[in-house]
């Protein structure tokens, strides 16, 4: 049995499906699909030197890894690497190779810090401290069963305030694109963000074809933009909060609830079943709004860091 790293094949529409079906069985809390794996590795900036790196046993996709650089990150020589292995292949040393190529690649390019996304098990923590990883910060995933669950109604709305989805800012995304910069830049993180690059949201969050405009719920004050819940879906069952968000001076007044109940309304009545998300462990107000939903935590991830040189 002989493990095999590659780079994925950005023209093959076979690796793209291989590598979705791999990413489900190794991380089932997210949504992916064969047109998003694709769009990553064609429009990743060139600052990200980004790779897909591939692991192959007997011919067979059994692991991938997401590489690159936090181009967009304030202070230089940070990365990510995290390996993900189909749980009917571990332990044939597919991660150490793929970690440890990954990590040639980085240091290469001049990273100093690797980050790396674990999940909460005693094998793989284990994994990371044998290879120089530390942990700094739990998130953990939920799932809430849209088929089966029971949602909140929509309240009546109070004056001035409208709900809108992202499809009705097609012609201008700029509001959304500023609502979503001033609410990330406020999420617990390892890496600080310059979140200022229009061009480059456009093209990697807005063009992203997860991004269900249709079900992504935008709320609206007086006009101007409050709160939005990001929705991301794969065109059939599955449905995910890819990030909710409250402008600062609309916080408290139950906003980020009001989009969710939307947007969860609406793709219950689209047909989607699961709805999963996921949120760091210090993020107190958006774990008490999800398990006000119904949510439930379904696994946990520790961030890991390790310094190369």
């Known amino acids: 049995m002989t493990v095999i790293v590659r780079d994925f094949r950005a023209h093959d529409a076979e690796d793209a499906q291989a590598v979705a079906r791999a990413r489900r069985a190794a991380i089932p809390f997210e949504v992916t699909t064969p047109a998003s794996i694709l769009f990553g590795v064609r429009t990743a900036n060139p600052a990200k030197k980004y790779r897909l790196l591939i692991a192959e046993i007997d011919g067979e996709i059994v ?6 650089m936090a181009y967009d990150s304030v202070e230089p020589g940070q990365s990510y690497a995290t390996p993900q292995i189909h749980p009917d292949h571990r332990g044939h040393g597919t991660g150490s190779l793929l970690l440890r190529t990954a990590e040639e690649h980085l240091a290469a390019e001049g990273a100093t810090n690797v980050y790396a996304w674990v999940m909460d098990t005693p094998e793989s923590r284990a ?90 719920t935008v709320v609206l004050v007086d006009g101007e933009v409050a709160a939005f819940t990001a929705a991301q879906s794969d065109g059939g069952t599955r449905y995910m909060s890819g990030m909710t968000g409250t402008l600062r001076a609309h916080r408290g007044r139950g906003f980020a ?17 699961d709805a999963f998300t996921s949120n760091d462990a210090d993020n107190g107000p958006m774990l008490a709004i999800n398990k006000w939903f119904g949510y439930e935590i379904c696994a946990t991830e520790v961030r890991h860091v390790r310094t190369l040189g």
């Open 63 to 68: 692991g991938t890894a997401h590489v690159g």
């Open 127 to 216: 994994f990371a401290e044998k290879r120089g990883y530390r942990p700094t910060r739990p998130a953990h995933f939920q799932r809430l069963d849209l088929a089966n669950g029971t949602l909140p109604p929509l309240p009546e709305l109070p004056a001035g305030v409208e709900l809108r989805t992202a499809a009705d800012f097609e012609a201008d995304p700029r509001p959304v694109f500023q609502a979503d910069a001033e609410a990330t830049s406020d999420e617990p993180s390892d890496i600080s963000m310059d979140f200022d690059d229009y061009d480059d949201w456009i093209r990697h969050t807005w063009s992203n074809p997860l991004l269900d405009r249709e079900l992504t």
């Open 257 to 273: 609830k009001l989009a969710k109940t939307d947007s969860l309304r609406r793709a219950r009545a689209a047909g989607y079943t």
